[in-house]
């Protein structure tokens, strides 16, 4: 077994077990957010109020070593607060970099999209070069450099609907349920007994990752073969989706591009140097339902993408 992927595997229990300390449940949302991190994408976290997302992310951060830092995007919030600017210092006579909180290896963009596309916009540069570009001159962002973002479903009141491009940007889109019965008893009973609100280090949650090794987990994936096989099954799924009559707008090459890498870094977070088809249909949904806008006629009747996505993995043919 190749060394590299067997300690990518092993960092990434210890990861889980350090959130398991506070989180209950959730276990393939924290999947989802290891195998981003690997695969160097950015999260959306979609639920109702109260599921945990921000505490979530505060906790991810904390396992694994990651500076934290947390936006909480209101209507009135300006690009210049996300960024940062150039201000003049009158002892110096030069205008100095006033660092905002983008600037971190895991930022949470709390509730996105309840800001303007306008201030949504500040983050496209970031998100896609690892870079912010402030009065001419380009200043690079942390090598981990990650957004995790949560956003209240789009029927709550007072949301701005992300544009494509923003979506586009995401990795993953996750939704996090209401928890289960039993999950619910056990978040009370391990949270219920607690006064203010509730930090990571309350739990005991301890650092047991750092730079070096999630840089050495991420340049494990160069060892993870992406057969011939798996490369045309990807394709020919998301291709399946521009065919489809109850899809509008399918899923462009780029879909398939950070598909086949969020595959190659779930192969690695299970210790193998090989793609399966499972790992590419075990993440379509999650990398598929923010690409696809459904038909009108789809809408009417009710359709909902993550079923259609379903639906087109079962009829895709993969490899054996």
Known sequence: MNQALEHTRQLAEAIRAEIGKAIVGQGESVEHLLTA????????????????????AQC???AAGLEFGRI??????????????????????????????????????????RTPPKTQAALLEAMQERRVTLDGQTHPLPDRFMVVATQNPIESQGVYPLPEAQLDRFLFKLLVPYPSAEEEAAIVRRF???????RPANFGIAAVANADAIGAAQEALNAVVLAE????????????????????????????????????????????????????????????????????AAEIEGKEVEALVADLVERTEAPK
């Open 72 to 113: 909480q995007f209101t209507p009135d919030l300006l690009p210049g607060d996300i960024l940062g600017s150039n201000l003049f210092n009158f002892q110096t006579s030069q205008f100095t970099l006033t660092r905002g909180p983008i600037f971190r290896e895991l930022l949470l963009a709390d509730e996105i999209n």
């Open 37 to 56: 991190l690997l695969a160097q994408g950015h999260v959306l976290l979609e639920g109702p109020p109260g599921t945990a997302k921000t505490f979530l």
């Open 229 to 296: 096989e798996v490369i045309g099954y990807t394709v020919a799924l998301v291709r399946a989706t521009r065919e489809s009559r109850d899809i509008a707008s399918g899923a462009s090459p780029r879909a398939a591009v950070l598909l086949a890498g969020a595959a190659r870094a779930r192969a690695a977070l299970h210790g193998r140097d090989y793609v399966l088809p499972d790992d590419v249909k075990a993440l379509a949904v999650p990398v598929l339902r923010h690409r696809l806008l459904l038909s009108p």
């Open 192 to 198: 219920g007994e607690r006064n203010g609100p509730p």
């Open 60 to 62: 991810f951060a904390a």
